[in-house]
């Protein structure tokens, strides 16, 4: 069994900031890449941002510039700061593994998903 558990979301005003983190745990032997993706009503979900295992981050062009990624490697957690928010940045938010498990296997997991609002 693997879990990831998102944190850290809620309402902020326009410009204000937020800082999610997941915890992953359980069965792990390693993990390769981590991410944030979110999801708007009506919408897709889509990536907003993607860490390695060694460090090498990629953004969408929509958050390039106001959110940082970055992850504890001991921790096996990930974290999205997120700055200079927008009314556009409201969705729920979910976190992403890709995980070597203990049975020899790579999975990608998910988290439940946090909600983030961005209003006045």
């Known amino acids: 069994q693997v879990q990831l558990v998102e944190s850290g979301g809620g309402l902020v005003q326009p410009g204000g900031s937020l800082r999610l983190s997941c915890a992953a745990s359980g069965s792990i032997v390693s993990i390769n890449a981590m991410g944030w993706y979110r999801q708007a009503p009506g919408k897709e979900r889509e990536l907003v941002a993607s860490?390695?295992?060694?460090?090498?981050?990629n953004y969408a062009d929509s958050v390039k510039g106001r959110f940082t990624i970055s992850r504890d490697n001991a921790k096996n957690t990930v974290y999205l700061q997120m700055n200079s928010l927008k009314p556009e940045d409201t969705a729920v938010y979910y976190c992403?593994?890709?995980?070597?498990?203990?049975?020899?296997?790579?999975?990608?997991?998910w988290g439940q998903g946090t909600q983030v609002t961005v209003s006045s």
């Open positions: 992403n593994a890709d995980i070597f498990t203990k049975w020899g296997r790579f999975q990608s997991s």
């Open positions: 860490i390695t295992s060694g460090g090498s981050t």
